[in-house]
C-alpha cells in the first residue's frame, strides 16, 4: 500500500504541476511561462516526487514507465496492474482539482492541456507525426530512465537526470501534441476536456506503451548487465 499510495501522490504532483502550468500559467497576461516554463514544470514535478518517493515505489508516475521497467526486469509482474490504477486515479484526481481552480473564475477549460493530433495538436501535427513523436520520446525516455537507475549508474542523481529528460521531451514535442509519453497524463485531461480528445486518447495509451515496451527490451538485450 505504501508503493501504491505514493504512485497516487507522485501522479498526482505530476499532472497538477505539469498540467496545471500549462492551464493556468502558460498563457496568462502580461506574464505567461509559455512552452519553456511548461516544460520545466513536468521536469520539477519528476525531480521533486522522484527524491521524495523514490525509495518507496521506484517513482514511476506514468504507466508506461512501469510497463517499460517491467519489461526491462526491474517490476515484478504482480505490481504492474496496481501501479497503473494508482497512477491513473492519482492523475484524475488531480485533473478535478484543477478543474475546480481553472474554472474559478468563471472560464472555460477549453482544451484543458489534452493530448492529440490533426486539428487537436498545437501545431496541427498529423496522426502519423503524433504516433512517431509519441513512440520515440517514450523509447528515449524509458532508456535514460533504466540507465540512470542501474546498479551501475552514478548514485543520487537519477531523479535529475529523469526530470531533466522529460523537461527536454516537452520542449521538442509540446508543438506535436502537447506532448503525453503518459497514459495516465492524458488520460485525466481527456476526461473533462471530453469530446475529441476522448476520442483520440487511443493513441496516447498505444504509443507511449510500444516506445516503453521496446525500450525495455533495447535496453535489456544490449545494455543490462550480463553478470
Known amino acids: 500500500m505504501k508503493k501504491l499510495a505514493a504512485e497516487f501522490i507522485g501522479t498526482f504532483w505530476l499532472v497538477l504541476g505539469g498540467c496545471g502550468s500549462a492551464v493556468l500559467a502558460c498563457n496568462f497576461p502580461g506574464a505567461g511561462i509559455g512552452f519553456l516554463g511548461v516544460a520545466l514544470a513536468f521536469g520539477l ?33 504482480k505490481d504492474l496492474i496496481p501501479y ?40 496541427k501535427y498529423s496522426m502519423t507525426a503524433a504516433l512517431v513523436c509519441e513512440v520515440v520520446m517514450t523509447f528515449i525516455f524509458l532508456l535514460v530512465i533504466l540507465g540512470a537507475t542501474d546498479e551501475r549508474a552514478p548514485k543520487g542523481f537519477a531523479g535529475l537526470a529523469i526530470g531533466l529528460s522529460l523537461t527536454l521531451i516537452h520542449l521538442i514535442s509540446i508543438p506535436v501534441t502537447n506532448t503525453s509519453v503518459n497514459p ?44
Open 45 to 77: 514535478t519528476v525531480v521533486t516526487m522522484a527524491y521524495a518517493v523514490g525509495h518507496i515505489s521506484g517513482a514511476h508516475f506514468n504507466p508506461a514507465v512501469s510497463v517499460g521497467l517491467w519489461m526491462g526486469g526491474r517490476l515484478d509482474g
Open 84 to 123: 497503473i490504477i494508482s497512477q491513473v486515479l492519482g492523475g484524475i484526481l488531480a485533473a478535478a482539482v484543477l478543474y475546480v481552480i481553472a474554472t474559478g473564475n468563471g472560464s472555460a477549460i477549453g482544451s484543458f492541456a489534452s493530448n492529440g493530433y490533426g486539428d487537436h495538436s498545437p501545431g
Open 184 to 227: 495516465a497524463r492524458s488520460t485525466s485531461q481527456a476526461l473533462f476536456a471530453g469530446g475529441e480528445a476522448m476520442g483520440q486518447l487511443w493513441l496516447f495509451w498505444v504509443a507511449p506503451i510500444a516506445g516503453a515496451i521496446l525500450a525495455g527490451l533495447v535496453y535489456k538485450a544490449v545494455f543490462a548487465s550480463k553478470s
